[in-house]
């Protein structure tokens, strides 16, 4: 699988822009998923444009959660290209002609994705499982990464975490990990990488992670 940051606070790649936001381009298993849209339609795109990734590729929207950052690109993306959009079962939105999956519970997207459901009433993940373990792509982590992870844990081994991880700060919880991008909203990035420097991979607009 393949997973492409689009949209975050931090540039990785040169000529990309940044700011205040997270999504990122998911490959696996034949989809395309965009994960999340950023809080501005105009960067999302010029930065997707820029990465030679065509919208209308795309083969669904998951939104993580209701805040603008994280959704402030997706009317744009969608006048572009029509999907279905799966968003979290409290996130109040209506838009015309367009497929809106309200998620609870832990739910089959396809073959190996899934979503955690909407845990703590505010936020869902993303979950994939590959040949190598689970990975798990997260919007600010507000359910708190102890309960995603517990909650993930029914899939599998967890390998990877990708995402915010606002102020977290259990940092055992991810010492078996062989993989940790720490993005967006994460507060001790520095902490985490001084921690677990083999594993950690930085985040940043045009960063690419293979699995």
Excluded at 72 to 96: A, C, E
Excluded at 118 to 141: A, D, P, R, Y
Excluded at 167 to 193: M, N, V, W
Aim: net charge neutral; aromatic share 8%; proline share 3%.
């Amino acid at each position: 699988m393949r997973i492409t940051i689009v949209f975050d606070n931090e540039v990785w790649t040169e000529g990309l822009r940044a700011t205040w936001g997270f999504a990122c381009f998911v490959e696996a298993y034949e989809k395309k998923i965009l994960f999340d849209t950023g809080s501005n339609g105009t960067i999302l795109l010029e930065n997707m444009k820029k990465l030679n990734i065509d919208p209308t590729t795309i083969d669904s929207i998951f939104i993580s959660h209701a805040h603008g950052d994280h959704t402030g690109g997706l009317r744009d993306i969608l006048r572009m290209h029509q999907v279905p959009v799966y968003v979290p079962d409290s996130y109040s939105i209506h838009m015309k002609g367009i497929e809106i999956i309200k998620v609870k519970d832990t739910l089959k997207i396809s073959e190996n994705i899934f979503s955690t459901g909407e845990l703590k009433s505010i936020e869902q993940s993303l979950v994939i499982n590959t040949e190598k373990g689970i990975v798990v792509i997260v919007g600010c982590s507000h359910p708190g990464v102890h309960v995603i992870l517990n909650v993930v844990s029914q899939f599998g081994k967890i390998i990877a975490l990708i995402g915010g991880l606002h102020g977290f700060s259990r940092f055992d919880l991810i010492k078996e990990l062989q993989y940790i991008c720490p993005a967006h909203c994460t507060r001790h990035k520095s902490k985490i990488e001084a921690l677990y420097p083999l594993k950690y991979i930085k985040g940043g607009v045009g960063r690419v992670i293979t699995v």
